[in-house]
């Protein structure tokens, strides 16, 4: 049984910094492109960033203020968020998906798995 399972989540102040962690079981992590995506109030899922195959891919609204990396050893994936604004207010997930071609990398339907979501709040 698959699971992934985002911690990390919780309430900042603009302009401060979080650090989420994804720990997967019951797959074998290292072949999985790894996402994470984020779901505001009455807003569609959002892509936020990807890692596939070595390389990183991010939305343009956290582009040089998120970084996402990987621990194969761990079976976990991070996710870095500095300089934080109030609109990236959301549940954030992350998902586990074996399509590579980076342009469905941001798509949500590429992924296979899902985490249970992990509620970052930016107060102003």
């Known amino acids: 049984q698959v699971q992934l399972v985002e911690s990390g989540g919780g309430l900042v102040q603009a302009g401060g910094s979080l650090r989420l962690s994804c720990a997967a079981s019951?797959?074998?992590?290292?072949?999985?492109?790894m996402g994470w995506f984020r779901q505001a109030p009455g807003k569609e899922r959002e892509f936020v960033a990807a890692?596939?195959?070595?390389?990183?891919y991010y939305g343009d609204s956290v582009k040089g203020r998120f970084t996402i990396s990987r621990d194969n050893a761990k079976n976990t994936v991070y996710l870095e968020m500095n300089s934080l604004k109030p609109e990236d207010t959301a549940v954030y997930y992350c998902?586990?998906?074996?399509?590579?071609?980076?342009?469905?990398?941001?798509?949500?339907?590429?992924?296979?798995?899902w985490g249970q979501g992990t509620q970052v709040t930016v107060s102003s």
């Open positions: 890692w596939s195959g070595g390389s990183t």
């Open positions: 998902a586990a998906g074996l399509n590579y071609v980076p342009e469905r990398l941001r798509v949500g339907v590429s992924y296979n798995y």
């Open positions: 019951g797959l074998t992590f290292s072949r999985y492109a």
